[in-house]
């Protein structure tokens, strides 16, 4: 393909992520005249149906996806590396692009980075929270935040945060109605807030491990929710027991609204991650971010 032909292929780029040219167009700011003549000239000359086009909507065929996963990535890196270029500059500037869950954000990296930023006013930073596994390099993130247990091994880590666990709560009110379970197996006779995984669609089965013997727990009850804030509050007016992380519990087990049980059973795990590309590591915005996140020993 020519080179006068590459701006095609960022057209269509453009087009196939925001699945719209009307988005397309006003995030490039052309008209939406040029993307569609610039994407028609680009399948004539490939000889192939990119995109299908309805009124309401904009998708990608087979073949559009497939050059649409070759391209992100490359397009990618040609932008690092230009924004490694401008690393000269006097002051770290840039947008970062980081996803993370709930409970990463709550717990690790707001709490972090929120009393710097003031200081690096010509970062911009776009959290994105998500709580799914994302490929971050196909998704265009400059990094992502992960719990130990699940890094990428072609990724650089840097661990930020301490070891947590997640807990099996309830309400005082619930234990005065139904036994206080003793062993996981004992969780199947109770009504339990069950938690449905967004990356894959299914329930979690809840995770348990003493002297070596790990157990899980396919679990059942009324509720099911996909974030933690609300599985805290159904176990709090009493809708039997939630398995949330410790930090978001910790008040009301203290004050007497919660009650811990099966604590013998919840050993703590490795915390959270920083995981991002080697080739971000030396752009001074991402150093900024990464040295502020950084778990510091002690």
Known sequence: MARGNFNELLLFLAVAEERSFTKAAAKLGVAQSTLSYAVKELEARMGLLLLTRTTRSVSTTEAGERLRQSLAPRISEIEADIEALMAYRDKPAGTLKITLSTHAMESVVWPKLAPILGDYPDIKLELSVDNQFRDIVQDGFDAGVRLGESLEKDMVAIRIGPDWRLVAVGSLGYFEAHPVPTTPQELVHHNC???????????????????????????????????????????????????????????????????????DWTPKFAGYYLYYPSRRQNLPAFSVIADALREKSG
């Open 193 to 263: 807030i069950n938690r449905r995984l967004d990356r894959v669609g299914g329930l979690y089965g809840w995770e348990f491990e003493k002297d070596e013997e790990e157990v899980r727990v396919r679990v059942e009850g009324q509720l099911t929710f996909n974030t933690d804030r609300e599985m805290v509050e159904a176990a709090l007016l009493g809708y039997g027991i939630a398995f949330v992380p410790e930090s978001y519990v910790e008040r009301h087990v203290a004050e007497g609204r919660l009650k811990l049980v099966l604590d």
